[in-house]
């Protein structure tokens, strides 16, 4: 078992806590995990550990939505996101922790950017970004990537389903089968690279109650949270997180 000081292990619980919040349809809190779990383990080590605890929120937010998804949008894209999960694989394989950490923080920088970009252009945004198959590959490629190497498509995508101009159930619904089926087939390749180990996968258990927590929490609270406050603060520490990484 990791020799956690109480320190990381109120982290690590918080960050339970945040995963199932975001799987209850508050996307932009998974930056956050994404880099607070860095503080506590190794970087590689990290995105092993959190993979599975993705999973068990992906489980309550697949049944919870499971009306709400809209399969001609996940089906285009899904041939294009295996691409760039096999890419992320290959690099995940040949970085070390150094350099893995900078790789990631610029990852989540880039997220923040669009993710402000996004919110500042409102409807024009939209209107901005194609509609045509390359825009698809292009998102599905990108995707796929940067949930292999760093668990951080959340923003990707966002943007992906915003652009198809989903409503907020659909948008969530759509999203949570998406990453259900992208983190299970990252499991087979996680387990070969060493990243998920019968020690890691024993700790994952014993954070699924705060992930269960989390997750009823946030479907109870998510309509009284004034969405754009919250957005700004976590976005906020993540890019503290992002630039801690990235230097």
């Given at each position: 078992?990791?020799?956690?000081?109480?320190?990381?292990?109120?982290?690590?619980?918080?960050?339970?806590?945040?995963?199932?919040?975001?799987?209850?349809?508050?996307?932009?809190?998974?930056?956050?995990?994404?880099?607070?779990?860095?503080?506590?383990?190794?970087?590689?080590?990290?995105?092993?550990?959190?993979?599975?605890?993705?999973?068990?929120?992906?489980?309550?937010?697949?049944?919870?939505?499971?009306?709400?998804?809209?399969?001609?949008?996940?089906?285009?894209?899904?041939?294009?996101?295996?691409?760039?999960?096999?890419?992320?694989?290959?690099?995940?394989?040949?970085?070390?922790?150094?350099?893995?950490?900078?790789?990631?923080?610029?990852?989540?920088?880039?997220?923040i950017g669009l993710h402000f970009w996004r919110e500042k252009l409102g409807d024009r945004f939209n209107e901005m970004l194609p509609k045509s198959l390359w825009f698809t590959i292009l998102m599905g490629i990108l995707g796929?990537?940067?949930?292999?190497?760093?668990?951080?498509?959340?923003?990707?995508?966002?943007?992906?389903?915003?652009?198809?101009?989903?409503?907020?159930?659909?948008?969530?619904?759509?999203?949570?089968?998406?990453?259900?089926?992208?983190?299970?087939?990252?499991?087979?390749?996680?387990?070969?690279?060493?990243?998920?180990?019968?020690?890691?996968?024993?700790?994952?258990?014993?954070?699924?109650?705060?992930?269960?927590?989390?997750?009823?929490?946030?479907?109870?609270?998510?309509?009284?949270?004034?969405?754009?406050?919250?957005?700004?603060?976590?976005?906020?520490?993540?890019?503290?997180?992002?630039?801690?990484?990235?230097?």
């Amino acid at each position: 078992m990791f020799d956690l000081s109480t320190i990381g292990w109120v982290i690590v619980v918080l960050c339970g806590l945040m995963i199932g919040f975001t799987k209850a349809g508050i996307p932009s809190l998974g930056i956050l995990v994404v880099t607070t779990l860095m503080f506590v383990f190794p970087a590689k080590d990290s995105v092993g550990i959190l993979l599975p605890m993705l999973i068990m929120g992906d489980l309550f937010a697949v049944i919870f939505y499971r009306r709400h998804v809209v399969w001609k949008y996940l089906l285009s894209l899904l041939p294009w996101v295996v691409i760039g999960l096999l890419c992320g694989y290959f690099v995940l394989d040949i970085v070390n922790d150094d350099q893995l950490k900078p790789i990631i923080g610029v990852i989540v920088l880039t997220m923040i950017g669009l993710h402000f970009w996004r919110e500042k252009l409102g409807d024009r945004f939209n209107e901005m970004l194609p509609k045509s198959l390359w825009f698809t590959i292009l998102m599905g490629i990108l995707g796929g990537f940067t949930t292999m190497v760093g668990n951080a498509a959340g923003g990707i995508m966002a943007i992906y389903l915003f652009v198809k101009g989903l409503p907020k159930s659909e948008f969530v619904g759509t999203g949570a089968w998406f990453f259900m089926f992208v983190n299970l087939f990252k499991v087979p390749f996680y387990i070969q690279l060493g990243l998920i180990t019968t020690t890691s996968f024993t700790f994952n258990l014993m954070m699924f109650p705060a992930i269960l927590v989390g997750a009823f929490i946030g479907v109870k609270i998510l309509p009284y949270i004034p969405q754009k406050i919250f957005q700004i603060l976590v976005l906020g520490f993540a890019a503290l997180g992002g630039l801690r990484l990235l230097f």
